[in-house]
């Protein structure tokens, strides 16, 4: 037995869907604006600890080496005599999460105090929110 449609076929009228994709779209835009500034502080988060990664680092390398510290940061991704390096699993020099280069100061004739830096998602020194400078000092304040 066949059953016949009586005048009308089955779906859904162009004015149905664009009601649904309206609703879609406004979702979206405040998932979104919800979801933004969280993700802005994890990435802080993680330049924090990404840091916090380095400044250990350096800590190593200064004591298997007379409490020298190094000049730059591609010492700790150069494997040693036996292939291991100070930053594990690292083949260059690590980046922030906007994708910037970490800023090293080495201490001053090479003990004492030495600083790395985030410039944050500007990419320049100083800034206020997203753009602000995350070092290994405010880190250590912050705790």
């Given amino acids: 037995m066949k059953t016949k449609l009586s005048g009308s076929r089955a779906g ?4 149905e869907l664009m009601v649904v994709i309206v609703i879609i779209a406004l979702l979206a835009t405040v998932v979104v604006q919800n979801l933004m500034p969280t993700l802005f502080k994890s990435q802080a988060k993680i330049a924090g600890v990404e840091i916090a990664s380095i400044c250990s680092a350096l800590d190593n390398f200064a004591v298997e080496n007379g409490g020298k510290y190094p000049e730059s940061l591609e010492v700790l991704v150069t494997p040693d005599e036996n292939g291991i390096t100070y930053l594990k699993d690292q083949t260059s020099t690590p980046l922030d999460p906007w994708k910037n280069a970490y800023v090293y100061e080495p201490p001053r004739g090479g003990t004492g105090p030495y600083r790395v830096i985030s410039y944050g998602k500007d990419g320049l020194q100083g800034g206020e929110g ?13 705790k």
């Fill in 12 to 15: 859904f009228s162009l004015a």
């Fill in 130 to 142: 997203d753009d602000a400078d995350i070092d290994n000092f405010t880190i250590r304040e912050r």
